[in-house]
């Protein structure tokens, strides 16, 4: 019987991989249906990459872009909960449906050699960015697109030396074209 | 409508909702809702202690499934809730919790008093709300209702500031449908989809050593008639778990009582053993489960439940059914039905086998010991109730023992903190079952250290003429950690020793209670006996029992079924372990 013990089974569990998720959420808009959302991050331990919120063209209803990192499970997991809030009306992972990522950030760097400035504004051209604002040793940088435009740019000026980034986290949006088969 | 105080219409809501029983206690910010109160139509219970408050209100709801009541102050008084909800909030108990709140224009003063309530008790309830307009006030309250006793039920906590019950308004009772358009999101699913019922029927069909897992959804469903029918029409044993008790009659041949950590040999062997396991309203605790990819390793999962974030959480699910219990088991009984189960050798002998478990392996302890024996008393409890006493129990060795050794027959029969394990919980939630069902006989069986923890509302049940008993099982210990600390601490009894206590007899006697107590095994009837005859005021027993007692068999925390340690005296655990089939 001991052999028996030996060549015992072990649960098998669907194979899981790690990635990104953007997660699209529809809400109430009342006071505290953030810190609901946060608290429930907090809470279980799933941890955030950005969250953004904001109002819609409906009173009273605000639209929620949440990246996260994990794998299906718990990406499943935090679905779940997300609608369990007595508040949420609508929750997606659109990660897989043709959607559109946008981030702005705003980003000063030092710019007291005159050289260096050349060498950012050809940049700022090539990124669409834009100058916002400019002092004797600082430019202002607003730049918009998905994260990895965003990323590149930073990467790209950081050896000038940076004072500061701010970013508002991803805004997402499902492709028009696809409109009839996600609702969000 | 004529005009009305908030705190009136906080009344009026409640005599909407048909409530007949408020506990709490009040203070600053809640007066002018006790000041209604004094008028009002039903029984408002005062509490020595907020808490106690909760249990109370939690122990009502659990003997009942009707919505718990329960009030306090600001500040201290909210933040003495906390465990209560939390307490309810894991075991799915529908509460509704009204406290007073600072006046609107002093929150964020840090005024006397003042508490972010909601905040605090966010992550410890359904849902909850703070009150910001009286013109939201009676919607808001009927929402609360809706959401506490909807979909999985749970506590949902409301918070008033003052000024809004001081002021008055012309208002109007809000309707179901202005609930439920209140509401747009919250739409709990309770007919379970019939293509999974379909693919879980032909799971069912197709197994050879399956077995039902049933968890407190079951109770809160009231599905005992479901239970029992599917199990005999397809011949499947029954476990089921702390919370689950009496959602299945213990005293039913395919009855295998509790699994998991303290689960009987039979039940977790056959869960270990089985190629089907069909969760109803039970959610892969880990007390359950123990070390989960070695938890039921060979059988295909069919998980009912109304939490959609219940299903495929700890454990991958194969056929997930997101759905009332009673209503799904009802529609599988159906699909059954219609294409009956084919009774086969394997299965005959999958039964054969669970029997032959049973009758090797059961329960055990000492019965000829010359120190009172704490499961003695517990069978002796059931005895002298036939079965049909409503047993609450606190947290530790007690609460298993009052699990293992009282055979539970009917839903709702066992209340007990299963998912927080709140010790102090038993003797206020038996108030609040005697009080919502004065036909039962109801018993706490309590532990020395537990019932400690909401000692003084011995005064609201003897104010108030309850008569609840509570049984102390009382070794002197915090048992349940001294007996982890003799197994895996190498018996090092690091703050557990309680033997500086009350002399609880005099302690009842002073509260006017009846305080009995029994010291040898020959007594342990005599003392039952005359505490059944009281019926005026609640009696207190205290039983020495062996201090050293041991609850077994048990499955050490994370480790697989296969680890179980057997009561001494039994065969070696693993030896005994096989896969058939
Ligand atoms: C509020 C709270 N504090 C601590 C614990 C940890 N704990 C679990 S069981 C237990 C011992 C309980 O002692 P007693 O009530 O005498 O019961 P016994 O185990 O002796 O039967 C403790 C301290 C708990 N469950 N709840
Ligand atoms: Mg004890």
């Known amino acids: 019987m001991r052999e028996e013990i030996k060549s015992l089974k072990i649960r098998q569990m669907p194979e899981t991989t790690v990635r990104r998720h953007v997660i699209a959420v529809r809400v109430q808009h009342n006071v505290g249906v953030l810190s609901r959302i946060t608290g429930l991050f907090a809470g279980r331990g799933y941890n955030i990459e950005s969250l953004t919120v904001g109002q819609t063209h409906e009173p009273n209803i605000a639209r929620i872009t949440i990246v996260v990192n994990g794998d299906e499970r718990v990406v499943e997991q935090i679905i779940k909960q997300l609608r369990k809030l007595i508040e949420t009306l609508k929750v997606r992972d659109i990660t897989d449906v043709p959607h559109i990522e946008r981030e702005l950030a705003l980003i000063k760097i030092h710019t007291a050699d005159s050289s260096v400035r050349d060498e950012v504004m050809r940049l700022v051209n090539i990124f669409r960015a834009k100058v916002i604002d400019v002092s004797p040793d600082t430019y202002t940088v607003e730049i918009t697109g998905d994260q990895d435009k965003i990323n590149a740019f930073i990467d790209l000026v950081r050896p000038f030396g940076l004072k500061d980034v701010s970013r508002t986290g991803v805004l997402a949006v499902v492709r028009e074209s696809q409109k009839d088969k996600v609702e969000i | ?581």
């Not at chain 2, 202005?178 to 379909?198: F, M, R, S, T």
């Not at chain 2, 009696?539 to 480790?559: H, Q, W, Y």
């Open chain 2, 1 to 581: 409508m004529p005009k009305k105080r908030g705190a009136d219409i906080v009344v009026d809501v409640l005599i909407e909702e048909k409530v007949d029983t408020v506990f709490g206690l009040p203070g600053g910010a809640i007066m002018e809702v006790y000041d209604a109160l004094f008028n009002a139509p039903f029984k408002n219970i005062l509490t020595r202690h907020e808490l106690a408050a909760c249990h109370m209100a939690d122990g009502y709801a659990r003997a009942t499934g009707k919505v718990g009541v329960v009030m306090a102050t600001s500040g201290p008084g909210a933040t003495n809730l906390v465990t209560g909800l939390a307490t309810a909030h894991m075991d799915s108990v529908p509460l509704v919790a009204i406290t007073g709140q600072v006046p609107t224009h002093y929150i964020g003063t840090d005024a006397f008093q003042e508490a972010d309530v909601t905040g605090i008790t966010r992550p410890v309830t359904k849902h909850n709300f703070l009150v910001t307009d009286i013109k939201d006030l009676a919607l808001i309250l009927r929402e609360a209702f809706y959401i506490a006793r909807t979909g999985r039920p749970g506590p949902v906590l409301v918070d008033i500031p003052k000024d809004i019950t001081q002021q008055v308004y012309d208002y109007k009772m809000p309707t179901l449908k202005d609930v439920e358009e209140a509401l747009p999101g919250y739409k709990p699913h309770y007919e379970g989809n019939i293509a999974q019922i379909k693919k879980a029927a032909k799971l069912i069909r197709q197994a050879k050593r399956p077995i039902l897992y049933v968890g407190g959804g079951a109770v809160a469903a009231e599905a005992q008639e479901e239970l029992v029918k599917l199990a005999e029409m397809a011949k499947i044993p029954v476990t089921t778990t702390l919370m689950g008790k009496g959602a299945f009659p213990e005293d039913h041949p395919l009855a295998l009582h509790m699994l998991g950590m303290h689960g009987t040999y039979y039940a977790n062997m056959a869960v270990y053993n089985s190629d089907l396991l069909i969760a109803v309203g039970s959610r892969f605790d880990d007390r359950v489960t123990g070390k989960i990819d070695e938890f039921a390793p060979e059988a295909k999962i069919i998980h009912i439940d109304i939490d959609p974030a219940s299903i495929s959480k700890t454990i991958h699910v194969d056929v997930p059914i997101v759905g009332d219990v009673k209503k799904v088991l009802q529609k599988l009984i159906k699909e059954l039905e219609r294409k009956p189960v084919e009774w086969d050798e394997a299965r005959e002998s999958w039964i054969k086998l669970i029997e032959k478990w049973k009758i090797e392996h059961p329960l055990t302890y000492d019965r000829k010991s010359k120190i009172i024996k704490p499961e003695y008393v517990v069978e002796e409890i059931y005895n002298i109730t036939k079965g049909e006493a409503i047993i609450t129990a606190g947290v530790g060795q007690h609460q298993m023992w009052a699990a293992m050794f009282y055979k539970y027959k009917f839903p709702r029969q066992f209340i007990n903190s299963g998912g927080l394990g709140t010790m102090g919980f038993g003797f206020p939630a038996a108030v609040g079952a005697k009080i919502a069902r004065p036909d039962k006989e109801v018993i706490a069986i309590e532990g020395d250290g537990s019932f400690l923890m909401n000692i003084q509302d011995i005064a609201t049940a003897v104010q108030y003429r309850v008569p609840v008993k509570v049984a102390i099982l009382n070794n002197e210990f915090l048992g349940m950690v001294r007996q982890w600390q003799e197994l895996f601490y190498d018996s090092r009894y690091s703050s557990v020793c309680l033997s500086t206590q009350p002399d609880f007899v005099k302690l009842a006697e002073s509260f006017g209670a009846v305080g009995l107590r029994a010291t040898k095994p020959s007594e342990v009837k005599k003392v039952l006996k005359e505490a059944m005859s009281i019926n005026d005021r609640p009696v207190i027993m205290d039983f020495a029992v062996d201090r050293e007692e041991n609850v077994l068999p048990m499955v050490p925390a994370g480790k697989s079924y296969r680890e179980m340690i057997l009561h001494p005296g039994e065969k070696g655990e693993a030896e005994t372990m096989y896969l058939v089939g």
